[in-house]
């Protein structure tokens, strides 16, 4: 076992960049490097593997001592594949991840040594958070962080290190990380929006927020990106002039993948199918060495996640390519700059879309419920979205060149307005009989006509309903997603369990 050990961390510890067979499937290598259900079934004993999915699906605790069963079920996978250290992976508010590596190895006395990793380990750990961002919300005496597991995330591995996704939170409890507020901020609509579930489906005890990011690009030769401190230090150009020929004809969008570039999307995409993220689509973009991919959408919580690692990995992968990537929204004038659109739905563990048109009057109320309390929270809060999508880098995109303008507005299609005016005509107050019949008939019966393509193409409004989401295109490329997640959520809840109240009393 020893030898066979030693012989998977060689093989790690050589390994060179990953090469594209056209022979491998993509599914057969997704998640090949995740502690996902597969694997757990295997290493698991089936109280701990039970233990994991409540925790998971019901948000139940899991025990220490089925932590220990757990974290020694993880540390021999881990080992199985050539790793030797393990890190609590988090997202403080510098705008990066941020992990610290240990190694399972710990000594025994006696010139001996053996590889540990237990459920204390697993659970929490102590870093020293004196130097992270937390908003005057602590004292310096108080510095102390701790990150906490967050089994709703599957640990993976990169490298030789086996990465736990946590929260991070302060000595007192105060949230240091984008996840802590998210979870909460999911926990929230997942309450609220099950209660107005039970209106229309007693079944309904869960429901799901769920994220599709699209991450835009900039791809720069390593040798050009050395030569300009300008880009270096800011991340935009200051020096220079506007070249000769810029996106005057958008030439580029949607033009064959140089092959250079293509050979980058084509390694990131394997780094990404072992990994778990579910990438799917890679194009050109507009601008001029600027670039796209989108995964399937996810739960929001493990999107972001893989956003944030989907951000590191593209930094490492673009040096086997003597590439550097550029995240600045607006790294260059006059041409366009690079988002990240945020694709948000809702959706309940009996496998219906909440903001999807259905075939039925009633499928219909529902989506109509959910689609206005969502447009009615953002019309409240729209200076929280704000906050959001604010920051120095991607308020020089916001209102040039296609993106869209820093005034939160809703667009929902021509169809889609006409019958929430039929819906504004009908009487205040309780309904009579032939109006409760007309509201069938007439309003809600229309609605399966939005399933045609009419939705909104011209970038004009920064929230904007897509046929069967919300589609929040003012993120910036760099952004944590969890931050607009986080409030989009939070008003979400906050309006639908207020819509509960005004119904219930009515």
Known sequence: MAT???????????RKPVKIDETDRRSELFGKNVFNETVMRQFLTKEA????????????????????????????????????????????????????????????????????????????QEPDASSFPHGGIRNTFEARGYTAWDPTSPAFIYGTTLCIPTVYVSYTGEALD??????????????????VCKYFDKNVSKVVATLGWEQEYFLIDSALYASRPDLQLSGRT??????????????????????????????????????????????????????????????ANLAVDHNSLLMDLMDKVAERHNFKVLFHEKPFKGINGSGKHNNWSLSTDTGTNLLSPGSTPMKNLQFLTFFINTIKAVHDH??????????????????????????????IGSQLTDVLNELEKVTDGKLSPQEKTDLKLNVVGKIPEILLDNTDRNRTSPFAFTGNKFE????????????????????????????KKSVDAW
């Open 4 to 14: 066979l050990r030693f012989q998977a961390l060689k093989e790690t510890l050589n």
């Open 49 to 124: 593997y039970q233990s994991v999915k409540d925790a998971t699906l019901k948000g139940t605790k899991i025990s220490r001592v089925v932590a220990d069963h757990i974290s020694t079920g993880m540390k021999e996978w881990a080992i199985s594949k050539g790793v030797t250290h393990y890190t609590h992976w988090f997202q403080p508010l510098t705008g990066a991840t941020a992990e610290k590596h240990d190694a399972f190895f710990e000594t025994i006395g006696d010139g001996l040594a053996i590889e540990k990793f237990g459920g204390t380990q697993l659970v929490q």
């Open 178 to 195: 984008f996840k802590t507020p998210l979870l909460r901020a999911l926990q929230s609509v997942d309450a609220a929006a099950t209660s």
């Open 238 to 299: 200051l020096l220079g002039h506007s070249p000769a020929k810029g996106q005057q004809l958008d030439d580029h969008y949607f033009g064959s993948i140089p092959s250079r570039a293509l050979a980058y999307m084509r390694d990131l995409e394997i780094e990404c199918m072992l990994l778990g993220i579910p990438v799917k689509t890679r194009h050109n973009e507009v601008a001029p060495n600027q670039f796209e991919l989108a995964p399937i959408f996810e739960e």
């Open 382 to 411: 729209e200076e929280l979205l704000r906050a959001t999508i604010a920051s120095a880098s991607n308020d020089h995109r916001l209102g040039a060149n296609e993106a869209p303008p820093a005034i939160i507005s809703a667009f």
């Open 472 to 499: 929040f295109r003012a993120v910036g490329s760099t952004a944590n997603c969890a931050n607009a997640m986080t409030v989009l959520n939070t008003i979400v809840a906050k309006q639908l369990k207020d819509f």
